[in-house]
C-alpha cells in the first residue's frame, strides 16, 4: 500500500493540532542565521495502538488492508472478535539543494518504513518488520523527482512525484490547504511518474502536467496515460476561483496494476477500492475519459476573518469501448458505452475562537449515480483515479474515521465509502465537526457526526448508508509532537439490507444480514522531525 500522502497529511494534522506559536515571539528576539546546508533531512514518526471490530478473513492480509470495508478485501466487522495492534511508522524525507545551482535545481526523495509491531522478521516485504529478531528488509520508495526553477514563479518537476487535484505546489504547501482546496484529493491524490510544470504569480497560478500511469509493453500502444490542465486567480482579497481539465487515455484493457489485482475499468482493483465495475467480464477494452470542473474558495487559509467557504463542481465525461464485437445488452455489457457523471462539494468553517483549532465546519458532498449499469449504454456514475491505484484517489478531510475516509492510519486503510462514486449508487454526505483549543496550542478537543445515503437505491437494501459519531483529544507536548486519543462509532444503514446489488456484486461482503455496526478507538504519538 502507498503511503506518501500520509506524511503530508500528518504535517497537516500537526499543523493543525498544535496551531501555531504566538507570532510575536519571534520580534521579540534576534534569531541566529544558520548554516544554508545543502542537504536537508526531516521525517514523520508515528506509533498508534488500535482497537476496533474491523478484521479482514483473509489470513494473508493481517498486515496490509486497503480498501472498501466489506468489499472485495475480505475485510468485515464481528462482535466475536476485537482487533487489537499497535503500527509504527517513520516516513524520512531528503532534499539536496546544491549551491553549484544557486537554487534553481534540487532533489527530493521520500521513502517509508512501516510495519505492525510483532508480525514478522527475517524476511523481505513492505509494511512487515516488526517483529522478535526483526531485521526485516522493508523501505518504500515514495518520491524521487528532480524540481527545477529556471525563473522567478517557475517550477518544473521531473520523475516520480505527487499527483495532487489541486493547482498548488505540493511540496510547497502544506497538506490540510491541499486537501481543502481544489478538488479535495477526491479524484487524483497519489503518486505518479511524468513532468509536471507550474508558473506561481502573486494573484494567480497554473499548472500543466503530463503522467504516465502504467506503460506495460513499450513496444505496444498498452498504456495508461494522464495529462491536466489546471488553473487558478485570486479574484479578490478574499476569493479565489479556479477550473481544470483532465484527460485519461487508457489502452491497457487492465493490465499491469496493483499486484494480481490489475488496474481499470473492468478490474478486480475495483471491487477493492469501492469504484463502479464496468461489466465487460474478460472483454478488453479501450477509454477515454475527461474531467471539467471548477472550484472556489473563500479565505482558505483562516487568516483573513472566521469564515472559511470551499467548493467545487466537477464532470466526467468519456466513452469506452470493447475490443470484442457483437455483444449484446442482455448479456450485462455493450460493446461501447458513454460516461457522464457529476460530483458537487460545499465546505464552510467558522472559527470562533483564537486559535484554528476553534472552528464549526459543515462539510456537503454529492455524487451521481447509476442505476442500470451498462444497460442502457451509459455510465452516470463518477470516476476517480480509485479505478486506477490502490488508493488513487483519497477524500480524507471530511471529518469521519469509518463512513468516509479518514487519514490518521497506517497500514489500514478500511472506511465504507472508499470512493466518492460509492461503487457507482453515488451519494449525498454531510458532515459536522466541532473543535476547541481548551488550552491554546497544548490542549484540543473535538465532537464530530456524519451522516451518508446512497442517491441510488442497491437490490433489496435501502438509501441510508449509515451515521457516525466520533471525537477527539489532543495534547501537544511541543511543536510538531502530540499524544491523541480518537474514537468513532458507525451505526450502519439499511444500504447493507442488500445481499446483492444491480451489478451482481455484494454490498455487504455476501452476508444474509446487515454487518455488525463497526467502531474503533485508537491512541496515537505523533512527531514531525525537522
Partial sequence: MKKFYFFFLSLALGLSGFSQLPTNQYFSKEIPQKANKELQFLAFYINQAVF???????????????????????????????????????????????????????????????????????????????????????????NI????????????????????????????????KMTTTGYRLAYFGTDGVGVSVRKDWDFQRIKAGYYKLYENYVHLDDDVTLMELTGEKDVSRAWKVGASAYYMRDRAAGAGGVSILGQGLNSALAAHNGVYKFNYKNTD??????????????????????????????????????????TKPESGYTDAASIMGFAANLRGSWRFGQTTSDVITLDALYTSGDADGLKDGRY????????????????????????????????????????????????????????????????????????????VQPRGGGSLIGT???????????????????????????????????????????????????????LVFKWLMF
Avoid: C
Fill in 52 to 142: 476496533s471490530d474491523i478484521h479482514p478473513e483473509n489470513d494473508f492480509l493481517k498486515g496490509q488492508v486497503v480498501g472498501r470495508l466489506f468489499g472485495a478485501n475480505t475485510s468485515t466487522t464481528s462482535k466475536e472478535h476485537t482487533s487489537a495492534y499497535v503500527e509504527q511508522r517513520i516516513l524520512p524525507f531528503f532534499i539536496y539543494q546544491p549551491h553549484l545551482f544557486n537554487g534553481k535545481a534540487l532533489l527530493r526523495a521520500s521513502f517509508e518504513i512501516d510495519f505492525t509491531w510483532g508480525d514478522v522478521a527475517y524476511g523481505a516485504g513492505g509494511n512487515f518488520g516488526g517483529a522478535f529478531s526483526a531485521d526485516q528488509v522493508n523501505i518504500q520508495t515514495q
Fill in 285 to 326: 477494452y479501450k477509454a477515454d475519459i475527461v474531467w471539467l470542473g471548477t472550484f472556489f474558495g473563500r479565505n482558505t487559509e483562516h487568516w483573513i476573518d472566521p469564515l472559511m467557504v470551499t467548493g467545487f463542481v466537477n464532470f466526467n465525461i468519456g466513452n469506452t469501448d470493447t475490443l470484442m464485437q457483437n
Fill in 468 to 522: 457516525e459519531i466520533n471525537g477527539n483529544i489532543a495534547y501537544n507536548f511541543g511543536p510538531f509532537m502530540s499524544l491523541e486519543l480518537h474514537s468513532a462509532y458507525l451505526m450502519l444503514g439499511d444500504f447493507y439490507d442488500s445481499k446483492q446489488d444491480t451489478y451482481g456484486s455484494a454490498v455487504n461482503g455476501g452476508s444474509d444480514t446487515r454487518p455488525v455496526n463497526p467502531w474503533t478507538t485508537f
Fill in 380 to 455: 452516470s456514475g463518477v470516476i476517480t483515479g480509485n479505478q486506477w491505484g490502490a488508493p488513487g484517489a483519497i477524500f480524507i478531510s471530511s471529518g469521519s474515521y469509518l463512513l468516509m475516509p479518514h487519514g490518521n492510519v497506517v497500514n489500514r486503510f478500511t472506511p465504507t465509502v472508499m470512493d466518492i462514486s460509492n461503487m457507482g449508487y453515488g451519494m449525498t454526505a454531510l458532515t459536522l465537526n466541532a473543535s476547541k483549543g481548551f488550552i491554546p496550542n497544548k490542549l484540543n478537543g473535538k465532537i464530530g457526526s456524519a451522516i451518508a445515503f446512497a442517491n
Fill in 145 to 176: 523527482e528532480l524540481e527545477f526553477n529556471p525563473h522567478k514563479g517557475w517550477y518544473i518537476n521531473l520523475g516520480l512525484q505527487r499527483i495532487f487535484d489541486t493547482p498548488y505546489n505540493p511540496y510547497r504547501t502544506l497538506f490540510d
